[in-house]
């Protein structure tokens, strides 16, 4: 007779089918692992349920047979073949991520859009990617797509009318320059320094030429010539308009027999105004130049989709004090030409050079809050813009008068008609 342990060995060893044709071991941790039936549940109106059973899990099956589920019962259940989903929240597709809720099962999730400028293309993701500086995300947020390149361009419309308007200012300016060079005999050449008028006819028209400089694609040396160039023609014919002015008062003084200004105007003391302020500036441009030049800059956030390639100026301090200095003379210019405006008909052209400066500084303080209020390639226009305005208001208030009475009055340019005026 076998002791109890070893029967308990013998039967915990024990397997055989009963026979109803079940499998049976008597170990009773193995035998845990029984065949599992899998039922779907569909709950009816007024109580009413169904318990259905599409399949079954054998763990004694052969590895990858073991879960049998029964096609055709699913089919008549669901109407479909495929599976039910087994999550509480359905997947997030490309363009949004998964939020998940703190407290609840990681199957259930929210789906939020991504961040501005961020992308996700794959489904379930957890974080999306961030896009290069260089380029956006599309309006469905799964792709990044390259920005535009974006600059004052001579194929735009803007940049096209600026460029066509300076080729005719230019050409104008070149018309005058050689009207009053043909006539630069006759009296009304003569009256108020005429190698005073040829360099602010020259002065204007590299005014104009100066805002090519502005269009097209900027780079490292167009960014510092259009400024230092923009800084030192403007300030060549604001000081010669300024000398012009002051010739004009002292030609007046020297009318005075008691005055002892001959001296001044034989000296020509005028035209060493034209230098000596130059000077100034090229010295403030040198500065300028050396504390924190202008350089070459990308805006990549002013517009959605676009890289906007502008000129940085730089020490914005400097480039106001280039301004301040253009302004300051200017109202120099305007000052004295308004002392000497009731001078008599000889000298007329005080009144002019007032109504020129007058406009002048018009144009410049109207663009300094515009020009702050915009930005990218626009903020390049209208600083274009205002170098022509101011240039042909000096082209036009000074010199389109003097060019109507020499081509179209001539019978007013004589010494004759000169002298009959200065005696009224």
Known sequence: MLPLFQLHSFLRKTHFTNPVGEKLNMNQRENLQAEYDIFQIWNFPNGFGLKLKIGEFSPYSPHGQQLHLYEDV??????????????????????????????????????????????????????????????????????????????????????????????????????????????????????????????????????????????????????VLQQITFGVVFTVAVSTVLAKTVTVLLAFIVIAPARRMRFFMISRAPNYIIAI????????????????????????????????????????????????????LALGSFIVAFLARNLPDTFNEAKLLTFSMLLFCSVWVTFLPVYHSTKGKVMVVVEVFSILSSSAGLLGCIFIPKCYIILLRPERNSLQNLREKSSY
Not at 287 to 313: A, M, R, Y
Not at 316 to 328: D, E, M, W
Request: charged share 15%; proline share 5%; glycine share 4%.
């Open 277 to 328: 302020c130059t000077l100034i500036q090229i010295i403030l441009c040198a500065i300028w130049l050396l504390i924190s030049p202008p350089f070459i800059d990308t805006d990549t956030h002013s517009e959605h989709g676009q890289i906007i390639i502008v000129c940085n100026k730089g020490s914005v301090t400097a480039f106001y004090c280039v301004l301040l200095y253009h302004g300051s």
């Open 74 to 223: 699913i089919e008549w259940a669901t109407g479909s073949r495929e599976m039910l989903p087994s999550v509480c929240s359905a997947d997030c597709g490309p363009g949004l991520k998964k939020f998940l809720q703190e407290g609840i099962a990681a199957c259930c999730f929210d789906c939020i859009p991504c961040p501005e400028n961020e992308v996700s293309n794959e489904t379930n993701v957890d974080k999306c990617v961030r896009c290069p500086e260089d380029q956006y995300a599309n309006r469905e947020q799964n792709q990044c797509i390259h920005k535009a390149v974006i600059f004052l361009n001579y194929k735009d419309p803007l940049g096209m009318a600026l460029a066509s308007m300076a080729l005719c200012f230019t050409a104008f300016t070149i018309l005058v320059l050689g009207v009053f060079v043909k006539h630069h005999d006759t009296p009304i050449v003569k009256a108020n320094n005429r190698n005073l008028s040829y360099i602010l006819l020259i002065s204007l028209m590299f005014c104009f030429l100066c805002s090519f400089l502005f269009i097209g694609h900027p780079n490292s040396a167009t960014c």
